[in-house]
């Protein structure tokens, strides 16, 4: 009943709602865009970096987000806390349309943005005053065809610590570095170096101006800091290569590096682990008790091998060791064994009365030369890890 009054109420009021977990997993929605279980970051990206506020919310609190623009709407979002039946903790976020007027006034200041840039680069009496101020957040200079800077606005020589003499006459490519090995101007991401000495990311729009032949004379460059766009693609990046339970390296990023190796043309091995009878502390503990078994199995295995190797947990309770390229058998089998002895020994203490006891069964691959791909090999192996008693 509750769900039908939630989906009438947000259908009325063109509102979208998205219940979401802890670990950022989608548990209900009315937005067709968005899958069960699926990571809502994917669909927000607005939301990463935003983890740990998002986490420490508290019942009387929310987390607002005005004018997100998205599928050419634009949105407020709120996000708060709740409480299920059984005191588990959720999160639910609510995207409001904002209605034509709010959209018409957005498209109408870009519109008048765009009309005064071209009415007041016309105008010469006046071009220099709004070279200025088209935006004091970003960095403005004109440009010769050689590349050498003619002028400079007051963010450069605020950026770099320098007059716009010093800057004058010295090539664009002093300050701005592509990311491209090149001194020209092709690349749009530029890199420069900042007063304190640190390395900021700019994206640059180069506007050619031309006479009234229509040849060009000179360019003007305007750029805008996008580090935080690269610090954005880190996070995605990381959270597409790990598992959200342990914190390891995922199937993606063992196959990943398996390529890696074949690539390199190298003889390498890894062991397959998983846990025996898995299921049972499933269904004894529940999802909870498993999910503090597989922590703790992944645990064990990173402090029984060397750092050089790599620990990653594939699926459920499948897990594997990937050894350095020319780790010897010897090494390789002595650290399973100690491995399947250190999980007999190490049981998991789950509560004060409950103690779970654990094994795992292994299975050890020694690549050589041949014509395997990454997910064939992965697959063979899994294949020899389920005949191993």
């Given at each position: 009943m509750y769900n039908n009054l939630l989906n009438i109420l947000c259908s009325?009021?063109?509102?979208t709602y998205i219940i979401f977990t802890p670990a950022f997993k989608v548990m209900q929605s009315n937005s067709d865009a968005l899958e069960s279980k699926s990571d809502l970051r994917e669909y927000l990206w607005e939301l990463v970096g935003l983890e740990e506020k998002i986490e420490a919310l508290k019942e009387d609190e929310k987390i607002s987000l005005p004018m997100i623009h998205k599928d050419n709407n634009f949105y407020d979002l709120d996000i708060s806390l709740f409480l299920d039946k059984t005191s588990q903790k959720l999160f639910l976020a609510t995207l409001q349309t904002k209605n034509d007027t709010t959209q018409n006034y957005a498209d109408s200041i870009k519109e008048m943005n765009k009309k005064t840039l071209i009415y007041e680069l016309s105008d010469e009496k006046n071009e220099h005053l709004y070279y200025q101020q088209i935006n004091k957040r970003l960095f403005v200079l004109h440009v010769d065809l050689d590349g050498i800077?003619?002028?400079?606005n007051d963010v450069c020589c605020h950026f770099f610590n320098l007059t716009s003499d010093n800057m004058e006459g010295e090539h664009f490519s002093k300050f701005f570095h592509p990311q491209k090995a090149s001194s020209s101007m092709e690349?749009?991401?530029?890199?420069?170096?900042?007063?304190?000495?640190?390395?900021?990311?700019?994206?640059?729009?180069?506007?050619?101006?031309?006479?009234?032949?229509?040849?060009?004379?000179?360019?003007?460059?305007?750029?805008?800091?996008?580090?935080?766009?690269?610090?954005?693609?880190?996070?995605?990046?990381?959270?597409?290569?790990?598992?959200?339970l342990t914190g390891l390296?995922?199937?993606?990023?063992?196959?990943?590096?398996?390529?890696?190796?074949?690539?390199?043309?190298?003889?390498?091995?890894?062991?397959?682990?998983?846990?025996?009878?898995?299921?049972?502390v499933n269904e004894e503990y529940g999802a909870h008790g498993g999910d503090m078994l597989l922590k703790h199995f992944s645990e064990l295995i990173s402090n029984v091998c060397e750092k050089n190797d790599t620990v990653m947990r594939l699926r459920a309770d499948?897990?594997?060791?990937?050894?350095?390229?020319?780790?010897?058998?010897?090494?390789?089998?002595?650290?399973?064994?100690?491995?399947?002895?250190?999980?007999?020994?190490?049981?998991?203490?789950y509560t004060k009365e409950d103690i779970i006891t654990f094994s795992c069964r292994a299975y050890i691959y020694h690549h050589q030369d041949n014509q395997l791909l990454s997910h064939e090999i992965l697959n063979y192996a899994k294949k020899e890890l389920q005949r191993v008693r």
């Open positions: 009325k009021n063109d509102i800077i003619t002028q400079v690349s749009h991401i530029f890199v420069a170096q900042n007063s304190f000495g640190n390395n900021l990311f700019f994206h640059a729009d180069i506007i050619p101006l031309t006479n009234n032949n229509k040849q060009v004379t000179h360019n003007i460059i305007i750029a805008q800091d996008v580090s935080y766009l690269k610090q954005i693609n880190k996070e995605l990046e990381y959270v597409s290569y790990h598992d959200a390296p995922n199937q993606d990023y063992f196959l990943k590096s398996l390529d890696n190796y074949l690539q390199q043309n190298s003889n390498f091995a890894f062991c397959l682990l998983n846990i025996n009878n898995f299921s049972t499948l897990f594997v060791l990937l050894f350095e390229i020319d780790k010897t058998k010897e090494y390789i089998g002595s650290t399973v064994d100690i491995l399947l002895q250190t999980c007999v020994n190490t049981p998991l203490p």
